[in-house]
């Protein structure tokens, strides 16, 4: 599974966007990328994959340049409740199952 | 919007004592997970399901170690005699089938198992 590196905290305010880049040189063809959002003492919750170009869903946006080799993640208007540790993984299309491969993920801290 | 529900919430246990965490998958979903979390550190695989078996397993889930399906709907994990250093959050998650697609994973609650 390709290792990814993203920023280990990030701060903001309020009302602003946020962009978290995550790195993933050694993307395979078949891996998809896929990011997810920790609360302290609950499980991950997903929030968004894609594979190229841009997806956006009703949380987040999510921009791949064509080279693959980063990825970041956009959440607009961040609000006191989207303070969490948020994961960058990637993850091979296997036509099976496939573990999750968690790194140390990026802290947010939004302040009012 | 269906869940992986897990129970309990919180579970207290002596050393050595067996515990049976549970887990009620999503319930069109055919992947099962576990995944444990210690205080402060990451999440971390302990054992995928499929079709009644174990796909994979880490080098963290040892013979102490168990999961089973004893129904349609409930995965269980269950550590035969716990140490002091079991004691963390542990995540069940399933998925579907991915078929041509990546297979997202949803996680449960945790449970978060002390070990005294």
């Known amino acids: 599974l390709a290792k990814t590196t993203q920023p280990i905290s990030m701060d903001s305010y309020e009302g602003q966007e946020v962009n978290i880049t995550c790195s993933h040189n050694?993307?395979?063809?078949?891996?998809?990328i896929t990011w997810y959002q920790q609360f302290p003492s609950q499980g991950p919750r997903f929030i968004i994959q894609g594979y190229k170009t841009k997806v956006t869903n009703e949380v987040a946006s999510l921009f791949i340049p064509a080279d693959r080799k980063s990825s970041t993640l956009s959440l607009p208007r961040v609000s006191l409740s989207d303070t969490a540790v948020y994961y960058c993984?990637?993850?091979?299309?296997?036509?099976?199952?496939?573990?999750?491969?968690f790194g140390a993920g990026t802290r947010l801290a939004v302040h009012p | 919007e269906p869940e992986v529900t897990q129970t309990p919430s919180h579970q207290v246990t002596q050393m050595g004592q067996e515990v049976i965490l549970r887990c009620v998958p999503i319930s069109n979903h055919l992947y099962f997970y576990w995944y444990r979390q210690i205080l402060g550190q990451k999440v971390e695989f302990l054992v995928s399901f499929y079709n009644n078996e174990i796909s994979e397993k880490s080098e963290i889930f040892d013979d102490q170690f168990s999961v089973e399906r004893p129904d349609g709907s409930n995965f269980t994990l269950k550590i035969r005699s716990t140490k002091l250093e079991d004691s963390a959050m542990y995540f069940c998650a399933s998925s579907e089938a991915p078929g041509l697609v990546s297979n997202i994973q949803y996680f449960g609650a945790g449970t978060r198992l002390s070990v005294l």
């Open positions: 050694n993307i395979a063809t078949n891996d998809y």
């Open positions: 993984l990637v993850d091979l299309v296997s036509g099976g199952y496939n573990k999750l491969i």
